[in-house]
């Protein structure tokens, strides 16, 4: 029933394999990834006007990928264009835009035309569609619907766009290999076991049944301290990387393919891969901001000078706080909304361990790995996953790129850690105990709530969260997770404290800049450990480790 690893499929797709969605990931994946740039040289392109009466070449049009600056129209310019000549009909997939390199001008939407001749007739790309612009930190890669379009110029229309009209552009060609055999990953196999897997498309919840569970679970916590009853919201937050709509959005994000060519598999398929994946994350997709940067001038010189509410747009993304930073070039603030939106996170892809964790834990979901959103009640949040090779729940750390390091934030960061809760969809528990040598040091830390009062209110919460998660499978689906569930967790709660530390445990935190993280008093538990983490800041946990070939190899007794 189960394939381990990659399966190569020519041509058309093989229906006997039984992982449709496992398939699905991987065309996805491959859909706009791998092509390829036209890399149109500047004398090549024209514009409608540029600022400035600038020549191609010179700084206001100068609007290639690679530029320092950007084509920038000019203000008066009611009509503006931005032409590209491949200098013979090509075969033409779409167009790749970024932002003005220097400061903070892009175009938020435009269209696409297409012709043979400089002199026309020009024909819209996909109908007249309009294609939403790229971000400050983000290009975009507009690729048509309808399909490639043979044709030698390609003008954008820019329809709106912020501060000023000005762009980076390039042309995205057809693959000149477009039959070539899909490569598929199969990441069904390590969720032995998951109904969720092979489910039939999103029921139709019953709200009223829902809000009818969430008053009685409410109510069973409703005598216990105000902390431990606020934990339903993190179950939410987990419950919410359910949809599937919101995993095939991740999933569009994913290179899968680019991901699996490189795979060591020593310590289970899941693991090699969770590796590459952990890595992309932290060095190809996300990033790290303590401060933003200015978005008039593009300087990086900026310091956080307050708070600001939340506009009604910034609500809808969850976001809670907006910090404000100052610029210490041109004065200018610029807002850092702390969203709390998955989906917008996979937009913005930028924060702090809150949105690392909260975009992380959602991309292992949508890629199939049971997930938990692990909330550390001193200030961190992190990914655990579950791995059918080793049959145990494994740590992951996004923001250091740090796998199967359990022990790295009281070794490594030296934190005196107190609780740590996991949130699955189907599942809330205390795995405190993962990530600490000695319980006996750790547990007069726990002061918030009676040791009783926890049990009672984990145990409700993961109660609830079951229930809710089996309600539209059939009995004997349902009764077999219940039981693989409690057979994982028996294993769990009489696993020994872990002995073994490996290479990153020894690190202090790599994320966030130095004197943050030395505010913090996470910058090391001892000179070597804080020595190692200014070592690593750049390059994260995998410099630390190259050294430790075994850290997959070794588990607990
Ligand atoms: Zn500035």
């Known amino acids: 029933m189960y394939i381990l690893g990659l399966i190569r499929i020519g041509g058309q797709l093989d229906e006997s394999v039984p992982l449709p969605r496992a398939l ?97 007739p020009w024909t819209s790309a996909d109908d007249g569609r309009e294609f939403d612009g790229p971000s400050f930190a983000n ?112 999933l569009d994000e994913i290179p899968v393919c680019g991901l699996d060519s490189s795979l060591d598999s020593s310590g289970g398929y899941e693991i090699a891969f969770m590796r590459m994946l952990v890595r992309w994350f932290k060095h190809e997709f996300f990033s790290w901001t303590n401060t933003p940067r200015c978005e008039n001038c593009g300087s990086s010189e900026t310091k956080t000078v307050g708070r600001a509410d939340p506009t009604p747009e910034e609500q809808h ?46 991309v292992c979901r949508s890629l199939g790995y049971e997930a938990r959103h692990v909330h550390d009640w001193t200030d961190h949040v992190w990914t655990e996953i579950f791995s059918e090779s080793n049959r145990r729940w494994v740590h992951v750390d996004s923001c250091e790129a740090a796998l199967d390091s359990p022990l790295m934030y009281e070794k490594g960061w030296g934190k005196k850690l107190t609780y740590c809760i996991g949130f699955a969809r189907d599942h809330v528990v205390d795995v405190t105990k993962r990530y600490t040598q000695s319980l006996e040091e750790l547990m007069p830390r726990r002061t918030q709530c009676s040791e009783e009062e926890l049990k009672k209110a984990l145990s409700a919460i993961s109660e609830f969260a079951l229930d809710r998660s089996l309600i539209q499978y059939p009995e004997p689906v349902a009764a077999a997770r219940r039981i693989l569930l409690s057979e994982r967790a028996a294993a769990e709660a009489t696993a020994h404290l872990p002995k073994v530390s490996n290479a990153a445990e020894e690190v202090g935190r790599t994320s966030g800049d130095a004197a943050w993280r030395a505010r913090r008093g996470e910058l090391g538990s001892s000179e070597a450990a804080k020595q190692k983490a200014l070592e690593c800041s750049e390059s994260g946990l995998e410099q630390a480790m190259a050294s430790d070939s075994t850290m997959f190899l070794v588990f607990l007794p």
């Open 24 to 120: 699905a990931r991987g065309l996805a994946a491959q859909k706009h990834s791998g092509l390829p740039l036209a890399k149109v040289p500047q004398n090549a392109r024209k514009a409608s006007s540029s600022f400035g009466d600038d020549q191609p070449g010179q700084k206001h049009h100068s609007g290639t990928l690679d530029s320092s600056s950007a084509w920038c129209a000019k203000k008066e310019d009611t009509a503006p264009w931005y032409q590209l000549d491949l200098g013979e009909v090509g075969n033409v997939a779409g167009v790749m835009l970024a932002a003005r390199s220097d400061c903070g001008q892009w175009v938020t939407r435009f269209r696409v035309e297409l012709a043979d001749s400089e002199d026309g």
């Open 317 to 362: 993304f969850l976001a809670n706080t907006v910090e404000v930073a100052a610029c210490s070039k041109c004065g200018h603030q610029t807002r850092f909304p702390r969203y709390n939106d998955p989906a917008k996170l996979l937009q913005t892809r930028t924060g702090r361990c809150g949105e690392w964790a909260n975009c992380f834990t959602l």
């Open 139 to 250: 290009p975009v890669r507009a690729v048509f619907d309808n399909g490639s379009q043979l044709a030698r110029f390609v003008r954008i229309m820019p329809v709106s766009h912020r501060n000023h009209c000005s762009l980076r552009a390039d042309v995205l060609l057809a693959s000149a290999d477009p039959d070539k055999p899909p490569v598929i990953v199969a990441l069904g196999n390590f969720s032995v076991g998951d109904p969720f897997e092979f489910s039939t498309p999103e029921v139709q919840t019953d709200r009223m049944l829902e809000e009818q569970h969430l008053a009685m679970l409410q109510a069973k916590l409703s005598s216990l301290p105000p902390k431990l009853q606020h934990q339903v919201a993190s179950l939410s937050t987990v419950q919410g990387y359910e949809k599937k709509q919101l995993q095939s959005q991740a």
